[in-house]
């Protein structure tokens, strides 16, 4: 089992920038790919954004440019860098582990409970 924790939502301006944060424990050492997924009011949940343990990461067509994902592999955590966030950006921001396939694929298996980001117009 893997416990993750996320961090860093709330509320901001259209143009502004927020940072989450999501710290992994217990079965840490089965940790292959981290990443974020997001969930706004009446739409499905999407990948945000994936990390490898060596770096190699996959965006969301919508976040390319504005996003950065990053990870500290010695403190078990991922963090996301959000820029330019516009009102669409608007969601709950789930944390996650699982596999990243060369071929860009993302399997999520472990989940955070959320934190909330609201971008205001």
């Known amino acids: 089992q893997v416990q993750l924790v996320e961090s860093g939502g709330g509320l901001v301006q259209a143009g502004g920038s927020l940072r989450l944060s999501c710290a992994a424990s217990?079965?840490?050492?089965?940790?292959?790919?981290m990443g974020w997924y997001r969930q706004a009011p009446g739409k499905q949940r999407e990948l945000v954004a994936a990390?490898?343990?060596?770096?190699?990461?996959n965006y969301a067509d919508s976040v390319k440019g504005r996003f950065t994902i990053s990870r500290d592999n010695a403190k078990n955590a991922v963090y996301l860098q959000m820029n330019s966030l516009k009102p669409e950006d608007t969601a709950v921001y789930y944390c996650?582990?699982?596999?990243?396939?060369?071929?860009?694929?993302?399997?999520?298996?472990?989940w955070g409970q959320g934190t909330q980001v609201t971008v205001s117009s």
């Open positions: 996650n582990t699982g596999v990243l396939t060369r071929g860009g694929s993302y399997y999520p298996d472990y």
């Open positions: 217990g079965s840490i050492f089965s940790i292959n790919a």
């Open positions: 990390i490898t343990s060596g770096g190699g990461a």
